[in-house]
């Protein structure tokens, strides 16, 4: 989620809808289903209302400048698991 607070056009969406984003682009990463029903209770978000923020997400993330490159090179460190080194599936 850092990189979404540098980005204008993410700054629409309200913090929990971006987490909830995050948590769906996490799920589909790891091979999970993207969303479940407990996310929908806790959330209060249906799958398709995240889904719109995670591709938007995921169009920021495609569209990384220099800017962001210290985020990248903070999470491609092994003390965050690589994180920004992991191939993330369409959504």
């Not at 850092?2 to 091979?31: E, F, H, V, W």
């Amino acid at each position: 989620l850092d990189g979404t607070l540098l980005s204008y056009k993410l700054l629409r969406y309200c913090p929990s809808k971006l987490a909830s984003a995050a948590m769906l682009i996490a799920r589909n990463t790891q091979g999970m289903h993207p969303w479940s029903c407990a996310l929908t209770n806790c959330a209060q978000y249906c799958e398709a209302d995240v889904v719109i923020v995670a591709r938007a997400v995921l169009a920021e993330k495609a569209l990384i400048g220099p800017e962001l490159t210290s985020v990248l090179k903070k999470y491609s460190r092994s003390v965050y698991g690589c994180v920004a080194n992991t191939d993330i599936p369409n959504v």
